[in-house]
Every structure is written in C-alpha cells, then in structure tokens.
Antibody
Framework: EVQLVESGGGLVQPGGSLRLSCEAS????????MDWVRQAPGKGLEWVGR??????????EYAASVKDRFSISRDDSKNSLYLQMNSLKTEDTAVYYCARAPVGSGFNIWGQGTMVTVSS | DIQMTQSPSTLSASVGDRVTITCRASQSVSVWLAWYQQKPGKAPNLLIYKASSLESGVPSRFSGSGFGTEFTLTISSLQPDDFATYYCQQSNSFPRTFGQGTRVEIK
C-alpha cells in the first residue's frame, strides 16, 4: 500500500523546537521530491517547503514564513522525511502534512497529518 | 509570490447540479495548476494536475481547464460525496501557493 505516515507532533512552548518525521512505503521514496504542507486550525493550506532527490543534491526550498527557522531533510535508506522546526511561534500551530511531489504532477500522496501546537 | 484567488468562497448546490469553481493566478503559471478536494479532518486528495489531467482513480465527473492565469474545476453532476472544500495550487514557481479554498455545501 502506498502511504505516508507522519509522527512527532505535540505541544511545544514558543521559542522551542520540534522534529517531525514522515515514513514512506509502497513507492520508491528516493526517486521523488518531497514537500511539507501545513494547515492552521480552520484555515487553508500553506506550503512549507521541499527537499529534492540525491540527483539534485538534496537541495531545498522554503516558504518565507519558515525560512531560517525550519529545515527539511531526508534519509533515503530509511524512506524517511524530516522537518526540523526551531524558534517556534504561536502562528506555527497547524496540522503538518508530508506529501509526495513528483515532477509534472501535483501532491499525489499525502500523510494523515500531525498536529503541532505552539502555546505557553 | 504568485497569489491564487478562488471564486466563489462558498457555493451552495444540489445533488445533480453542474458546479464550476474558478481559480485566478496573479501571474501566468502556464499549465502548472492542480486541484485538490479536502474533507473535514482529512488530508487533501489530488483531483487534477497540469490544469486538465485527471489523477488516477478520480471520477470522470471532475474536469479541469485553463492556461496562464485563469482556470476552472468543473463537477459535471454533483454527488453526495463531493460536498467538501476544494483548493487550487500552482507549481510554476516557488513558493508554491494555494487558493483560499471553495467550500461546496448542500443547498
């Protein structure tokens, strides 16, 4: 079965850090670009960032709202994607989704999401 | 950044209706436009990619069209399972951006 499973969400204080994980199965993870997308409670979808493949030097892109605070990485040997979140703000409170982003298509596989709450 | 604007924000319709949602980009995105359906508490689901390509497994009542800055998602005959929120998203440039969403509700 093709799936993505996120983990690592939870409650964190402003200024704190959290690391999300996303484990892939059912497809060749190392062949695909992977993205993170978030959704604040009751709001729309916001793209967070991307990590490309080894062939593209694992290069990354970030939304301006998270650049210099968040870092995306991957471990192809573990079929896993990561989102390291530092200096968290209350406005980072959201459900975080990982998504497969094949070239020429949309986000065609999504995880179930993991909730991150930033609050004192 | 490319701004994506959907209209309407909310749409009331009945089962069997033909429904059209519009998405406008603040600058050309060529054909790099996708549509998603999202139900409460669930992850989005890809419906259409590259403006008009139907994702595998998506019912043929969904169709997409457009190029450049104006795009439409059409549901030819609305079914009970289609009441949801729909988002457009551009993949022409970074940062990727989504429309604000269109909620399709029961009339």
């Amino acid at each position: 079965e093709v799936q993505l499973v996120e983990s690592g969400g939870g409650l964190v204080q402003p200024g704190g850090s959290l690391r999300l994980s996303c484990e892939a199965s059912g497809f060749t993870f190392s062949d695909d670009y992977m993205d993170w997308v978030r959704q604040a409670p009751g709001k729309g979808l916001e793209w967070v960032g991307r990590v490309r493949t080894k062939a593209d030097s694992y290069s990354t892109e970030y939304a301006a709202s998270v650049k210099d605070r968040f870092s995306i990485s991957r471990d192809d040997s573990k079929n896993s994607l990561y989102l390291q979140m530092n200096s968290l703000k209350t406005e980072d409170t959201a459900v975080y989704y990982c998504a497969r982003a094949p070239v020429g298509s949309g986000f065609n596989i999504w995880g179930q999401g993991t909730m991150v709450t930033v609050s004192s | 950044d490319i701004q994506m604007t959907q209209s309407p924000s909310t749409l009331s319709a009945s089962v069997g209706d033909r429904v059209t949602i519009t998405c406008r980009a603040s600058q050309s995105v060529s054909v790099w436009l996708a549509w998603y359906q999202q139900k409460p508490g669930k992850a989005p689901n890809l419906l259409i990619y590259k403006a008009s390509s139907l994702e595998s497994g998506v019912p043929s009542r969904f169709s997409g069209s457009g190029f450049g800055t104006e795009f439409t998602l059409t549901i030819s005959s609305l079914q009970p399972d289609d009441f949801a929120t729909y988002y457009c998203q551009q993949s022409n440039s970074f940062p990727r951006t989504f429309g604000q969403g269109t909620r399709v509700e029961i009339k």
